[in-house]
């Protein structure tokens, strides 16, 4: 952030009065521009013992495989957002079975949000942003080539039924390259 | 937003190509700013079966009762923030007991999640964005004077032992004339 974006003066990294953080802030009309933590809410679908993933078309993490997620939006809930994204991105229509996890990933600031849900019938197919859409079963899972560390340990937990939700962090060492983007 | 934090060209409210939102866009280098629902976190702290609960010292709601709680900072986690909001505006060191309710507020696009906290002595005090911090018994509850909503359901649920964590959402009529600011 270099200007204002109600009056173009120049902007300042500094510590608001009443504050202990740093901000960007308006060296003239004095506003303050807030960032703060975004929401990535997802669903993990299961038809028939198997798990729906999808097979990222876009960057960060292109042909990598990922649970149905992405940005929750403002004006939504967060069981409406993972709902739309997985319609958005495996065109399927799935019921939501509660709260599974809540991942914050500190070194992005976001924190990640998946919804057990059943998938009624297999009826899916590749969204705008996945190159494929696939059932797997448990032991088919392709482990190596999960896009985000969020999407394996909510697998991972999911399929050594441990009940949710589960509530942790992710650090940067347990990190693979993703989602800096 | 009015012009553009990185060139100060004048901004357009658009959908982006492969987007199906209104976004803000600058009209010279294209960037687009996205605007996602914020995390406000907090804690519903118990000390022999009373509850603490902090009077507001700024708006919105000056002078009415709330949990500790506010919004998650970049950088750390939904527990932390839960944390450091509950010593900034209580001077309450607290341990948390997991997670207890997930509440969207679309209309304001806030997510609120407050985490049940155990505090092992009744030691507290105003902190700068408190006029006072009190212990209230269930049956002294000041109902008709609580800051939020989420907070009123949030108390009524685990009053009531509902065991969480309980996620929904709080419709505009539910809702007082919070949060707004």
């Keep these: ?10 902007i300042t990294w500094a510590i608001p009065a009443g504050d202990n953080r740093h901000r960007n802030m308006c060296t003239a009309c004095d506003i303050i521009f807030y960032d703060n933590p975004r929401i990535v809410a997802g669903t993990l679908p299961v038809y028939q013992s ?13 042909g990598y ?4 997620a992405g940005f ?6 967060t069981e409406h957002a993972a709902l739309r994204e997985t319609q958005e ?11 599974y996890s809540v991942i914050t990933v500190p070194h992005i600031s976001q924190v990640h949000m ?17 190159l494929e859409v696939e ?3 448990p032991e088919d899972i392709p482990w190596d080539e999960i896009a985000f560390p969020t999407v394996t340990e909510t697998l991972r937990l999911f399929l050594a039924n441990q009940p949710g939700p589960h509530v942790f962090n992710i650090t940067p060492d347990m990190a693979i390259d993703a989602g800096h983007d």
Tied chains: 1, 2.
Excluded: H
Aim: glycine letters at 4%.
């Design 1 to 10: 952030m270099k200007y204002c974006s109600q009056c173009r003066a120049d």
């Design 50 to 62: 198997k798990i729906l993933l999808c097979k990222r078309a876009i960057s960060p993490r292109k």
């Design 65 to 68: 495989w990922t649970l149905p």
């Design 72 to 77: 929750m939006e403002n004006g939504e809930s």
């Design 89 to 99: 991105e495996a065109n399927a229509t799935v019921k939501l079975n509660g709260l």
């Design 114 to 130: 998946f919804f057990l849900a059943e998938l009624p019938t297999p009826e899916y197919s590749s969204g705008e942003e996945s």
């Design 135 to 137: 059932l797997f079963s």
